[in-house]
């Protein structure tokens, strides 16, 4: 027992000034085990009687102890926390282990983010060295990076037995440390880089974390910096229902010769509903270009297992090419949340740039420069199927149809999309186009376009026009009277929008039909100051015009230079303050519903009082 006693004691002194370890003789907080191991001693073994650290049977072991492993998964040990990047030696990765079997391959990864998405194998084993019947050594250098450790494995077979994890110094030439491209900790001048996108409901904020708490109780009491609540972050607070874009206004530069990962921390919550809250990251080319790129979380956004409540290490492979970054936050709850971002760095990895698929931040053709802005026709093989065709006055076959204009500029050289049809006339023909990017999921969505419809009826309402975005719109007439503008909102906020026109026209007749200035933005954008909609409703015996006058207000939204109030920080205690719609939009609505119930009061007064 002495010696026991004694061994135990030397190997806890020999082991103070190691960075990481565990032995199991004692909690161990270093490393994180998934429920597919277990612990026990060399008295109730599990492939071998004794433990590495003590080499008695009294000695403590982890053992593989497989739960249902499918195909896709991986049974996982892991460093609790990341390691901080060495700034003077080289560090190394020791760890014992033991099997009887021959064939038991499993590996040790260094990896980013704690999601563990972005790894690389620095060592594999298949098995058991069939000339050792003890505990093996596995000695692995570290790179010169911030990361975490991972041991995985694949099987379901037993046994398999670890032993004495730790990382220490070590010898051996230093690697090259890592390039550091960008770097942002809220804590400088980087703060003036980010501007929140102003024509969004939720703007972000760039606050001290003791400032932040009073804003928002649910926001991180301290920073990641610091670790105190005097450090800065990004923060979006209190996002119920809506969204809201950081932009870092700083061109990134990515080329095939050296490839750079992006790193931050990110702090969310969300409410009892699970999956309505989102943070992402998406590259931007440039303000002028309305496509966006998903960058992060890879896969599918509504899918991913975010980390609330506490700070979090997220990390992705950057693509090749030359843009911004936009950080977005979507909450499709009626429950708020509230996600702040810190510590964001472009540094050099090694690991391949990742896909992304386009979508835009909205969408807005006029088919004035020879481009119909990617919508495609829905063609089939069916014979009564006729395809949208890019047209102008002049180029249109039947002048006394029309449109001999466009409505964008009103002039004969002017694009718009154009339908008609040959004979035969069917009732069954038809045409679809639609868009082939998808404009990201939003709330307070509306679809703004110019429609002009006219054939040789009259009151038939045999040409149908109709608007699938997945809200339907839908109008049957037979002469629009020229160029008439619909603005249709978006009732559905989930995942990302693509919308499309189908036409009709029942009778065999010819008739033109053709849409132009075709936009999808917020509802606050589309809609300007004063605006005059007409909406044309037709029955079967008679076709009435009318008009209603639509007034609210809009955002100004500039990107391309940003005023001081809206991006000088302070680092005490500093708000995005953008101009935003709402105000004048409930002093509009208050204004109009006031005229109501003032001409109400002013009917009874007369009635009863004259």
Known sequence: ?????????????????????????????????????????????????????LNTSAGHYRFYNPQVIYPTQWAQIQTTNSIPLPTDRVLCFYMWYFTSHVNFPFNIQVGQGDDGQLARVL??????????????????????????????????????????????????????????????????LCTNDFISLPQYEYQ????????????????????????????????????????????VRKEIQITSNELYC??????????????????????????????IEKLWPVGDIHKYQYTFNQWTWGVISLPIGNYSLLFRVFNGDFYSSTFAIDNIAIISCVYPPSQTSPSLLSFSCDFDHSTTCGMMNAATSSK??????????????????GPIRDHTTNSTSGGFLYWNRQVPFTSTDSGTIFTTTPVAENFNLCIKFAYYVKSTLINKNATTITLFSPTIWSRSLDDSQGWQIAIVPINSYMYDKTFSFY??????????????????????????????????????????????????????????????????????????????????????FFNRNSLIIISFFSIIFQKYFY
């Not at 020999?14 to 998934?34: G, K, S």
């Not at 597919?36 to 001693?41: A, F, K, P, S, V």
């Not at 009073?214 to 809506?242: E, M, Q």
């Open 384 to 401: 009564t199927v006729f395809n949208f065709t890019l047209s102008t006055g002049d180029t249109i076959p039947n002048k006394n149809l």
């Open 503 to 588: 036409v009709n026209q029942a009778q065999p007749v010819a008739v033109s039909v053709a849409f132009d200035d075709i936009e999808m933005d917020q509802c606050s954008i589309l809609t300007p100051t004063t605006t005059t909609t007409t909406t044309t409703t037709t029955t079967t015996t008679t076709t009435t015009t009318t008009s209603t006058t639509i007034t609210t207000s809009t955002s100004s939204a500039t990107f391309t230079t940003v005023t001081t109030s809206s991006s000088t920080i302070s680092k005490t205690t500093s708000i995005f303050v953008p101009t935003t719609s709402s105000s004048a939009h409930r002093f509009d």
């Open 204 to 247: 972000w904020s760039i606050l001290n974390a003791s400032d932040a708490v009073k804003l928002d109780k649910a926001a991180p009491t301290v920073d990641f910096t610091f670790g105190n609540a005097s450090g800065h972050y990004g923060l979006l607070s209190n996002v119920s229902r809506g969204l809201g874009y950081l932009h």
């Open 123 to 188: 060592f594999s084993t298949a098995g058991q060295n069939v000339s050792i019947t003890d505990w093996t050594l596995i000695n692995v250098t570290l790179p010169i990076e911030e990361l975490k450790i991972f041991i995985r494995l694949n099987i379901t077979s037993q046994p398999l037995t670890f032993d004495d994890f730790s990382v220490d110094y070590c010898d051996g030439p230093r690697p090259i440390p890592p390039k550091i491209l960008y770097s942002c900790d809220f804590e400088s």
């Open 262 to 291: 992006l790193n931050f921390r990110y702090y969310g919550t969300q409410g009892p509903n699970r999956f309505q809250a989102y943070l992402s990251i998406y590259s931007w080319e440039s303000i002028e270009s309305k496509t």
């Open 1 to 53: 027992m002495l010696f026991l006693l004694i061994s135990l004691l030397c190997h806890v002194f020999l082991n103070h000034a190691v960075i990481l370890h565990c032995d199991f003789e004692t909690d161990c907080v270093d490393f994180t085990f998934d429920s597919n191991w277990g612990l026990t001693d060399g008295e109730h073994s599990q492939g071998i009687d004794h433990d590495h650290t």
